[in-house]
């Protein structure tokens, strides 16, 4: 029963990476934006479950920073995807545009709760 678990997981594993080596380069980097946001963000956390959280402003900025920039950029990779039907019309310079004016205001607004 053990062996057609792992055999299906290693099947599923596959399939995954088969697909994925088909996505283009900018969705990839894209891609490597968004686990660096949240490993980052992860680090932030244990880092104050290991030393305290005295400012806590400064702990929910830095982590609140992070998920944001990470939900953005997984909002330009939606729009970048060249097989998603939905922004067809919208141009790839337009959809980088957006997302840098958008962490523009995520971070005035994190800086303004930095105090």
């Known amino acids: ?3 057609s678990t792992s ?3 290693q099947d599923l594993f596959r ?4 697909a994925y080596s088909a996505t283009p380069t ?5 891609d490597l ?5 949240v490993f980052t963000a992860l680090i932030q956390v244990a880092y104050m479950a290991l030393v305290g959280s ?3 402003n400064s702990f929910l900025s830095g982590v609140l920073s992070c998920i944001g920039t990470a939900v953005l950029a997984v909002c330009l990779r939606i729009q970048v995807n060249k097989e998603n039907k939905e922004f067809k019309d919208l141009a790839p310079e337009r959809a980088f545009a957006d997302f840098v ?3 523009l205001v995520l971070h005035l ?3 303004n709760f930095l105090g």
Request: proline share 3%; aromatic share 14%.
């Open 54 to 56: 005295f400012p806590f």
């Open 33 to 37: 934006y968004v686990v660096f946001a």
């Open 101 to 103: 004016l958008c962490n």
């Open 15 to 18: 399939s995954l990476h088969s």
């Open 1 to 3: 029963m053990v062996k």
């Open 109 to 111: 607004v994190i800086i």
């Open 7 to 9: 055999k299906d997981a």
């Open 26 to 30: 900018n969705l990839k980097i894209i």
